[in-house]
């Protein structure tokens, strides 16, 4: 499905018509506080247990409240999950617009984000990615719509801004690159492809990163690049 932009004048916002036609009733923000602090909840158990195998039951047992509160803030197990993506991509959104506010040098500003990303993949249970996929598509497509959309864009700007400071070299197009690394960033959950008995999240974006940034980076950015310990990253996320 293709992404499209509106422009909600009433709130002066940009609006993703996908979010509008496939999440209507979470187009806006959250502003109550006790369901703010229940998606957190939700989505530290979906993180850690996957979705498909936990019930309303079990999650209502895990963030110690009544299935009655659950059924308060959605109709069914369905919506909470839908919800709870929601929530989670979000969040990621936010926190990922907070590091590119700092206007850092492009290379330290990957190094930032990717520490980011090691602390939230670090916390997913390998089945999750199979569970979304497979038992709620409609959430699998919004967490695509996401990777193709916002991280693109925001993926592009980096490279945009790196080839215009020096730090990346001008042999490649950035309109490219940025699509071969997110619309695959998703390999890293490729339980087939690197099970998980053999290999974790954090080693196999960490070395998906380090591929990307030594074939993007010029001489001064190389110098740059040896500085700073992506590999680091993983080890304080163990």
């Given amino acids: ?24 009733m979470f187009v806006k923000e959250l502003s109550d506080p006790k369901e ?22 079990d999650m209502a047992k895990a963030i110690n409240v009544s299935k009655k509160t659950l059924y308060k803030y959605v109709k069914n197990r369905k ?27 492009p290379i330290k500003e990957q190094y930032e984000l990717a520490k980011f990303v090691i602390e939230t993949v670090s916390k997913v249970n390998p089945v999750l990615h199979s569970d979304l996929e497979y038992n709620y598509p409609e959430a699998w497509v919004y967490l695509n719509e996401y990777f193709n959309g916002f991280v693109y864009e925001s993926l592009y700007q ?31 959950f490729d339980g087939e492809l690197f099970p998980s008995y053999e290999f974790n999240f954090k080693d196999i974006y960490i070395e998906y990163l380090m591929y990307h940034m030594n074939s993007i980076v010029s001489d001064e950015g190389k110098r740059i690049l040896s500085t700073l310990d992506f590999k680091l990253l993983t080890n304080a996320a163990r």
């Fill in 36 to 57: 703010i602090s229940l998606l957190e909840r939700v989505n530290e158990v979906y993180l850690k247990r996957g979705v498909k195998r936990t019930t309303m039951d």
């Fill in 79 to 105: 919506e909470l999950v839908m919800k709870s993506t929601f929530f989670h991509v979000s969040r990621d959104r936010e926190k990922v617009i907070q590091i590119q506010n700092k206007n850092l040098n």
């Fill in 1 to 24: 499905m293709k992404k499209k932009e509106g422009f909600d004048k009433k709130n002066n916002v940009n609006v993703n018509v996908f979010n509008v036609i496939l999440f209507p």
């Fill in 158 to 188: 980096n490279l945009i801004r790196g080839q215009k400071v020096g730090v990346y070299h001008k042999q490649f197009k950035p309109e490219i690159v940025a699509r071969f690394f997110a619309t695959r960033i998703d390999i890293i």
